[in-house]
Nanobody
């Protein structure tokens, strides 16, 4: 069984910062890719950022960002802790959404799965 525990959401004024965390646990052998998605009211869920695996030293991790957050958000991961972070700076009201963590992982039988967290609310006031 796998769990993703997200934290760090909340209410912040425009221009402020928040740091989201998502810790994975359970029957996970290796996490290939870690993602942050978001879904605003009345809109489809969109990919915010992703980070690939660079090995235990976190070196060579490949990252990708949505155009709307490039230069303001930074995704990172700690493989030893099976945790992904999203540092969000210069927040805008349009960043208001529920933010979801997701992982692509393999279990100890080399089966590959995708798994989603429950989401954490981020609200940016103008």
């Amino acid at each position: 069984q796998v769990q993703l525990v997200e934290s760090g959401g909340g209410l912040v004024q425009a221009g402020g910062s928040l740091r989201l965390s998502c810790a994975a646990s359970g029957s996970i052998f290796s996490i290939r890719v870690m993602y942050w998605y978001r879904q605003a009211p009345g809109k489809q869920r969109e990919l915010v950022a992703s980070v690939g695996s660079g090995g235990s030293t976190n070196s060579g991790d490949s990252t990708n960002y949505a155009d709307s957050v490039t230069g303001r958000f930074t995704i990172s991961r700690d493989n030893a802790k099976k945790t992904v972070y999203l540092q969000m700076n210069s927040l805008k009201p349009e960043d208001t959404a529920i933010y979801f963590c997701a992982i692509n992982y393999t279990d100890y039988l080399w089966n590959e799965y995708d798994y989603w967290g429950q989401g954490t609310q981020v609200t940016v006031s103008s």
